[in-house]
């Protein structure tokens, strides 16, 4: 199983950027896929969650900036990130679970928010 994050780079305050995550050797249809971050120094933390229904929660600090969105045909789910803040610095991962069950993680991809 693979996780492939991508679409992390730098980017000034107020700007977006899109991540993806692509995954092969299973299907997600049937899985929550997750984004998470990490601050330097610190846990990781949820920032976004999309289940099999295509439901959603978000994480307080992202709530009306960020987006999460899968695309099963695609094995792909998809991070729309706006009005970024240089407290969104971290570095993302992508995450698939299946509660009780199967956890995948991706490698993960630096975003850096920075004038």
């Known amino acids: 199983v693979q996780l492939v994050e991508s679409g992390g780079g730098l980017v000034q305050p107020g700007g977006s950027l899109r991540l993806s995550c692509a995954v092969s050797?299973?299907?997600?249809?049937?899985?929550?896929m997750d984004w998470y971050r990490q601050f330097a120094g610190k846990q990781r933390e949820l920032v976004a969650s999309?289940?099999?229904?295509?439901?959603?929660n978000y994480a307080d600090s992202v709530k009306g900036r960020f987006a999460i969105s899968r695309d099963n045909a695609k094995n792909a789910v998809y991070l729309q990130m706006d009005s970024l803040k240089p407290e969104d610095t971290a570095v993302y991962y992508c995450?698939?679970?299946?509660?009780?069950?199967?956890?995948?993680w991706g490698q993960g991809t630096q975003v850096t928010v920075s004038s």
């Open positions: 999309i289940r099999h229904d295509y439901s959603t």
């Open positions: 050797g299973i299907f997600i249809r049937i899985y929550t």
């Open positions: 995450n698939a679970n299946l509660p009780g069950s199967s956890n995948y």
